[in-house]
Nanobody, 122 residues
Framework: QVQLVESGGGLVQAGDSLRLSCAAS????????VGWFRQAPGKGREFVAA????????NYANSVKGRFTISRDNAKNTVYLQMNSLKPEDTAVYFC???????????????WGQGTQVTVSS
């Protein structure tokens, strides 16, 4: 089993950057794919980015491609989401999720963190 804790959220202005972290417990974390998802008020949970267990594969939502970068440090059991050129529409609660299979849909992930709020003011 894997437990996930997100951190790094906050209130920023449009154009600023933030780096989210997803710290995991569990000795086998390096064998898990990790995804970042976000949920804005009144909306469903949407895919943001994902990285395979080896970091050999990454995927991004079109809305964040070129602005966000997902990476992982398996030695530290941590996955990062570097978010640059933030926009007000990026405002949401951001969740990280892990699963032994690599996927892009929230239903494909079994383990979830509690989320961290990102608010981007215009």
């Amino acid at each position: 089993q894997v437990q996930l804790v997100e951190s790094g959220g906050g209130l920023v202005q449009a154009g600023d950057s933030l780096r989210l972290s997803c710290a995991a417990s569990g000795r086998t974390f390096s064998s898990y794919a990790v995804g970042w998802f976000r949920q804005a008020p009144g909306k469903g949970r949407e895919f943001v980015a994902a990285v395979s267990w080896s970091a050999g594969s990454t995927n991004y939502a079109n809305s964040v491609k070129g602005r966000f970068t997902i990476s992982r440090d398996n030695a530290k059991n941590t996955v990062y989401l570097q978010m640059n050129s933030l926009k007000p529409e990026d405002t949401a609660v951001y969740f990280c999720a892990a699963d032994t299979d690599y996927g892009l849909g929230p239903y494909e992930y079994d383990y979830w963190g509690q989320g961290t709020q990102v608010t981007v003011s215009s």
